[in-house]
């Protein structure tokens, strides 16, 4: 009969952290930050179908990275908690904290109680009226949360490209601007990375629509925003031009 | 199963299992007695004293379809709200209203709202027109065991049918059953009366402006002979609920628009008190 080793706590979590940041370092990025009119998800993801940036209510969305099936179960969980919530209540009160809350609360008691922990990082965020009383929220695999300003970066290379946001971030840009940014920051995965609009998922949170406020932003309209110069005033064409693009299956 | 109380903290499995992308069969598991079908129906009848929502009615034309509610509920010979609002927006590109059990009706409605944004969002696409008019049927047939007993509701579905660019109208019976209507309907305690006035009004060419100003001459005949049909208000300035479905999305006109259309109607009626007549021959 064989002996069990005695593997102390402090090990038994190293090893299974180690080995969630091993996963999501395989994976590539995904950046979310605030611009002037809401806030803006980012992901290198040439996949149309399979999506890593989803709506979750009507200001909420979700961005994730590291293993598809296990933030994909998350985010259907999450629709679900959100529907429900907003059914039983009222629509205001679905909120990012609350969502953030019990992710953290699954994401923790999936890292102790089972040996395989979550190889996810997510964002959960918010748009509020204006950029003060937005809300960003990043939980990692043991279900810590933090409370995030600005922007974010998770996945491969995050240190990188989270390096690349904090030079090139300005409070209150305009989209053109936040996206060329966020692009920008997600190229500095790698040295000769070069990406392109098809190969990006983008898709914003924007507090000037009506209702839902979630938008993916189609091939053409990223495309326009890269196109256009820095000097170029973008608000002009922002608001009406996703409304009319922006639907989900393009 | 899981408790309710598990809500605050972690996911329950539940949440989390794979199955369905519907919203009711969900809330069936989660919470069984959040679905209006599925509560102990009463034993004795009981209708009359409850408020009921009235006359409904829509007209397609080409490009999409316009909905129309008067706003009046009723409780057996009382008017039990004069401001109620029975049209409502389905998901962007359709709109359902209701008459019958205004309760029941606006729980109906607001569980089909969630329902088509609910697949929307975890499937990545919308339902098509004829998925969102059956899973509306499967909701109303629910209902059936409270239809017996004097609370049945009825609602009027319509949408934008992208594939065919035109708007499509379903309407349905306490039973479940689904039907799809050509060029207008009208459902609701008035609806005959405001049949009447459609099929004599309609046009297959009208403009979105037109169709809504016939879905408005349309109640008033339905008010002008149905007590529980409420007119165009003016003194309170309470007009219909009408809103226009397009390739452009579901539009709920302002209440200048409406009140527009509702003045133009009573003034023409002061000459002619029955309102557009049509060509005899």
């Known amino acids: 009969m064989s002996m069990p080793f005695y593997v102390s706590p402090e090990q038994q979590m190293k090893d299974k952290a180690d080995y969630a940041r091993k996963g999501i370092s395989r994976g590539r990025s995904v950046v979310v930050l605030q611009y002037d009119d809401g806030i803006l998800f980012v992901a290198d993801n040439p996949s149309r179908a399979l999506h890593k940036i989803s709506e979750i209510y009507d200001r909420i969305a979700f961005a994730a990275v590291g293993k598809y099936n296990e933030f994909e179960n998350l985010r259907l969980g999450g629709v679900r908690y959100a529907d429900i919530n907003g059914y039983q209540y009222d629509r205001r009160d679905v909120t990012a904290r609350g969502l953030a809350n019990v992710y953290a609360q699954s994401l923790g008691t999936i890292f102790t109680e089972t040996n395989k922990p979550y190889e996810v990082e997510l964002v959960v965020a918010e748009v509020g009226e204006d950029a003060e009383t937005d809300q960003i929220y990043r939980l990692t695999f043991d279900g810590s949360v933090a409370d995030e300003h600005g922007y974010v970066a998770m996945g491969g290379q995050a240190d990188a490209v989270a390096q690349a946001l904090k030079d090139g971030y300005r409070e209150g840009s305009p989209l ?10 997600l190229e500095a995965q790698d040295s000769d990375r070069r990406l392109e609009a098809k190969s990006l998922e983008v898709a914003v949170l924007d507090r000037n629509r009506e209702h839902r406020l979630f938008r993916r932003l189609t091939a053409r309209r990223i495309e ?20 009319s693009e922006g639907s989900d299956e393009s | 199963m899981a408790s309710h109380d598990s809500h605050a903290g972690r996911l329950p499995g539940l949440f989390s299992s794979p199955d369905s992308s519907s919203f009711t069969e969900f809330l069936g598991s989660y919470s069984p007695d959040l679905l209006p079908g599925r509560r102990p129906v009463p034993v004795s009848s009981a209708g009359a004293e409850i408020p009921h929502g009235t006359t409904i009615v829509a007209a397609a034309f080409p490009g999409g379809v316009v909905m129309a509610g008067d706003r009046r509920a009723t409780a057996g010979n009382m008017i039990a709200q004069r401001d109620i609002e029975k049209v409502f927006r ?22 089909f709202q969630v329902e088509l944004e609910h697949y929307e969002k975890r499937e990545g696409r919308t339902l098509s027109v004829e998925g969102k008019a059956n899973r509306l049927a499967t909701m109303v047939r629910q209902n059936l065991g409270l239809a017996m007993q004097g609370l049945a509701v009825v609602p009027l579905f319509a ?41 004599k009004l309609y046009r297959a060419d009208l403009s979105a402006e037109d169709a809504a100003l016939v879905c408005v001459q349309a109640l008033y005949d339905a008010a002008d002979d149905d007590s529980a049909t409420g007119g165009p208000d003016l003194t309170r300035g309470i007009f219909p609920v009408v809103a226009v479905v397009t390739e452009d999305g579901y539009r709920r006109l302002g209440e200048d628009e409406v009140g527009g259309l509702a003045r133009a109607v009573v003034e023409g009626r002061y000459d002619s008190p029955g309102g557009p007549t049509a060509p005899l021959r």
């Open chain 2, 90 to 111: 389905a998901d962007e590109f359709s709109a359902i209203a209701i008459a019958g059990t205004a309760g029941i009706g606006v729980e109906m409605v607001r569980l």
């Open chain 2, 159 to 199: 949408g934008y049918d992208e594939e065919r660019d035109a708007g499509r109208i379903f309407s349905y019976d306490p039973a479940g059953g689904r039907y799809e209507e050509r060029d207008f309907y009208s459902i609701g305690s008035g609806s005959v009366f405001a049949r009447g006035a459609l099929k």
């Open chain 1, 176 to 185: 053109a601007e936040a996206l060329r940014t966020a692009v920008r920051a």
């Open chain 1, 224 to 243: 326009d925003l890269l196109g256009s110069s820095a000097s170029d005033p973008s608000e002009g064409s922002d608001g009406s031009g996703d409304a």
